[in-house]
């Protein structure tokens, strides 16, 4: 069911700032991701992908700026079961059956104890997983505990799900499958926001965020990206945003003397990034 606060992006961030270890990771990023997409977060590992995903559902100390989703401020209790969270890390016990685990967050999450069966048959079945709710996660393959994991971020219905690099390391069917779940989401009005660094994922998006150290160089749609590139595919519409922003800073840092942060804001924006 919708909350009160329908209206407006699913996720809205201004002036994103975040620090780690003294030098800045992200860095005055502001970004919007309309309602009801499946958006792309797409980069190199180590780019802030996972930062960026933290400070959307609250779990990341920021420096500044603001974020929201499904407009209020991000970790609000509010959000507690309208947004899902898929980390890289397993999330969840592999000593415990897959019905286990699903039972487990329910009551994490405050489903009420009468209600869990039927929400755990829910998101079992949303993930192909009822024939395997009796076997333990160790006992399953890689997709398969995907999957669980998915379905653990499914519990309570959410409106936004943040997935972090969900299908890394599986192969091109399993891969395929997972999308396949996403686009199911989506269609039946989720808003989804998936990291990869997989550019050839790209063409599975409604939309693409495309990142690197720290900023976004392209928010569009993959054939936007393409036009603006003049690329035959996402990888070098990539390469290219990279290859501009870097010569943009290379002539601010001669026109100013320094190589200072603020020359490179300036050059993702001169590469087609968001001001």
């Known amino acids: ?19 780690r270890g003294g030098r800045p990771v992200v860095a005055e990023l502001s970004l919007s991701v309309p309602r009801g997409q499946l958006v792309g977060l ?39 079961n309208l947004v899902g969270y898929l980390t ?24 009420p104890k009468n209600g869990r069966p039927a929400e755990i048959d829910r998101v079992l079945t949303l993930v192909d997983l ?47 499958d997972l999308w396949a779940i996403f686009r199911r989401l989506s269609d039946a009005g989720v808003t989804l926001l998936v990291s990869s660094h997989v550019m050839d994922e790209a063409g599975r998006c409604d939309r693409l965020l495309l990142m690197r150290e720290g900023a976004i160089l392209a928010d569009d749609t993959l054939p936007g990206v393409l036009a603006a590139t003049g690329a035959a595919d996402a990888e070098q519409a990539f390469l290219t945003l990279v290859d501009r922003a870097a010569a943009a800073h290379h002539t601010r840092s001669a026109a100013t003397g320094s190589g200072t942060a603020g020359s490179h804001d300036a050059a993702v924006r001169d590469a087609g990034g968001p001001s």
């Open 88 to 111: 890289q890390a397993p999330s969840v016990y592999l000593d415990l059956t897959v019905w286990e685990n699903l039972r487990y967050f329910a009551a994490v999450l405050g489903i």
């Open 130 to 176: 009822q024939p395997l709710a009796s076997a333990r996660v160790q006992e399953l393959s890689g997709g398969e505990s995907s999957r669980v994991s998915l379905a653990a971020a499914l519990l309570g219905t959410p409106e936004l799900l943040v997935l972090d690099e969900p299908t890394v390391g599986l192969d091109p069917v399993l891969r395929r």
């Open 42 to 80: 797409l980069g190199p590992s180590g780019c802030g992908k996972t930062t960026l995903m933290r400070s959307i559902v609250g779990v990341q100390v920021i420096a500044g700026g603001t974020v929201q989703a499904l407009g209020v401020a991000a970790g609000s209790r509010s959000l507690r």
């Open 1 to 19: 069911m919708p909350n009160d606060n329908s209206v407006g992006p699913a996720i809205r961030i201004d002036r994103l700032h975040v620090v």
